[in-house]
C-alpha cells in the first residue's frame, strides 16, 4: 500500500467496517421476517411524578433478541428499520403489545391509572394509517385511549401539514395523548407546537445532563429548563424529564416545575413482568425512597 493515499483504502478495507457493514445489511434484511418470527421484545421503564414519586406511566422500549446477534438496542435497528419501511410492521407490533399489555395491567391494578408511552417514528406518520392502527389495537386490546401515549420526535411534526397534521388531530379527538420526544434537540418552537395537539414534552437528556450531581450546578441550563417549564405550563403542556440519574436531578427538576421524570435513578428499562411485581408490592426500588405506586 502507498502511504499517500494508503488511508482512503485502510478504511475501504478495514475488516472492522466491513463487518460492520455485512451486520448492516444482514439486519437490515431480516427485520420484517424477524417480526413475523416474533424475535423482538419490549422493556418498560417507569415515568413518575417528581412532586409525589408516583408513577404515573411505563415508556415501551423495544429490544431485538436476535439469534445469532444477541440482544440488540434499538439504536442498532430502529434506523435501518425507517430506511427500508420494516418499521411500519415493526411499529405496529410494538404498539399491539404495548397496549395489551397496558390493558393486563389495568384489569390487574385498576386503581393504578397506568399510561402506556409509545415511540412513533416519522414514517408511520407520514406513510402509514396510523389513525386506523391506533383505532384498531385500542378495540381489540380494550384499552382506554386515555392510557396510551405517542411519542413523536419534532421532526416527525415539524411542518406537518395535510394528512400527517390530521392524523394527529384524529389521535388527540380519540383521546390518546401526543407527547413530543426529545424535546429541544431539534428546531422546531413551543409556539409552533402550542399549535398542535400536544399534551407533554419530554425535555431530552442533554439538558438534564446538566443538573448533574456533583458538579456546580449551570445557571445557564436551569433558567432555559425553568423558562421552557413555565411556558409550556401556560400553553397547558406538561413535562417530562428524561435521563434523571440521580436524587439532585430529580430534586432540581421537580423544583424547577417539571412534572414526571424518567430515568434510570427510578428504573432501567425492564420487563414486564417487573412492572408487574412493582405495581403489586408499592415502593417499586426497595430502599428508594419517595417511588411509590398508586393514584395519590
Ligand atoms: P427515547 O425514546 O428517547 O428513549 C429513551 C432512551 O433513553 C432509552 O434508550 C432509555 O433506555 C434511555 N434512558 C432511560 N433513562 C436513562 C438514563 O437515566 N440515562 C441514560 N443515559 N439513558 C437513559 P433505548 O431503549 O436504547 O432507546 C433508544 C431510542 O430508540 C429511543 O429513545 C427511541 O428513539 C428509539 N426507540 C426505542 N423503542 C422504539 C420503538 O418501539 N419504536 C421507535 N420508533 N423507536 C424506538
Ligand atoms: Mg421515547
Ligand atoms: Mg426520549
Ligand atoms: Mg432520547
Redesign the pocket.
Known sequence: WAKADGKARWTLFDPERNAHRMTRQALSSTLRPAVERDEFVLQYQPLVGLGDGVVRGV?A?VRWRHPQFGMLAPNRFIGLAEETGAIVPLGRWVLATACRQARRWQLEHPGVPLVV?V?VAVRQVWDSDLVADVAAILAETGLPPRLLQL?LTESAVMGSAGRPLQQLHQLSDMGVAIAI??FGTGYSNLAYLSRLPVSTL?LDGSFVHGFRSGEPPNPADETIVEALVQLAHRLGIKVTAECVESAEQAERLGRIGCDTGQGWFYSRPVPADSISALLGTGPAVPGRAGFVCGSA
Open positions: 415508556e422500549l408511552s415511540n411519542e420526544d426529545d419530554k
